[in-house]
């Protein structure tokens, strides 16, 4: 897990484009923008529901649209006056890398990861009960993966299910909830509606600029 190594990663990688690749206009790091941002991206090891790192994360950076990022910087200011920070699991995906997903989804045989993301439902209908698509937002670079750690204990609040659980439990209308997993996802859904994005019904996790920029393009680029 990469968190709170932000500061480091900037003190030795000055000046900041000499570290990144070039993106496309529209594009930033988000590090570039909030410094102090954590991150788990789990689609660049083998910590997510296929089980091993995914086509087209080459490395473990976080990049947005710039719109998407200006909105979030806005998030974090607020949660840092609570001792909070964002943690994103992952933000901009090429499309090659739902492409993987395709692949894994129809290989019906390889259920190493069903015990721990998707006990209850059957990997026949994850296409069918919309936990996996031929494209996703994330490919558009406004859609991000994320919860909410506390900066003392550098824990991730309880939200009532892990990140990438594919169930019910992790429908944003859930109620079979404790008091203080439904005080935090509360938190975490007001906090980003209030600065302009939208949720995804199944994933209390997934968010979208509501304003997005490139809202009918996918892009294909590499996370590098």
Known sequence: ??????FLLLAFCLPTWYCFAQLPEGFVYVESVIPNIQYDLRYAGSNNFVGEPIDGYEREVVILTQAATSALKKVQDELNGFGLSIIIYDSYRPQQSVDHFIRWARDLDDKM???RFYPDVEKR???KEEYIASRSGHSRGSTLDISIVDLKTCESLDMGSPFDFFGKESWV????LSVVQRSNRALLQSIMKKYGFRNYAKEWWHFTLNSEPFPKT???FPVR
């Open 173 to 176: 209308a859930n109620t079979a």
């Open 1 to 6: 897990m990469r968190i709170f190594k932000s």
């Open 125 to 127: 209908n994850l296409f």
């Open 113 to 115: 990861m069903k015990p």
């Open 218 to 220: 996918y892009f294909n």
